[in-house]
């Protein structure tokens, strides 16, 4: 049976990241190329691939919010995770296109 992946919008992920939480976790699925040319302040680079890696390691926070660019990748990510057990992921809807459409912050490295 087909479950739709569980989203949050670009607002609501940026306002519950930036508060500090040490549960709360922003990941970036996209290539290394990518992420160093721009993210949202506080985001974690894990690359597509990578996600079954760390696994373990995200279950124990308590909300996981996963993007890319527009969207797609970071929900296969979020459909990864919830097929082993970590349920609480979700899927940041529009990825960093909507990220800056709203005039959210992303930083360079």
Same mark, same amino acid.
């Given at each position: ?7 949050? &919008?670009?607002?609501? /992920? !940026? ?15 996209? %290539? ?23 696994? &373990?390691?995200?279950? /124990? !926070? ?15 990510? %979020? ?31």
């Amino acid at each position: 049976m087909f479950h739709s992946t569980p989203t949050i &919008s670009v607002e609501e /992920a !940026y306002a519950r990241t930036q508060a500090g939480e040490q549960d709360t976790i922003l990941v970036d699925v996209r %290539t290394k190329e990518e992420f160093v040319a721009g993210h949202p302040p506080r985001a974690e680079h894990i690359p597509l691939e990578e996600i079954p890696l760390y696994q &373990s390691r995200l279950k /124990a !926070y308590r909300e996981i919010f996963l993007f890319c660019r527009s969207g797609s990748r970071s929900s296969l990510a %979020t459909q990864m995770l919830h097929a082993q057990g970590v349920t609480h992921a979700k899927n940041v809807e529009g990825g960093l296109l909507a990220w800056q459409a709203q005039g959210l912050p992303t930083e360079e490295i």
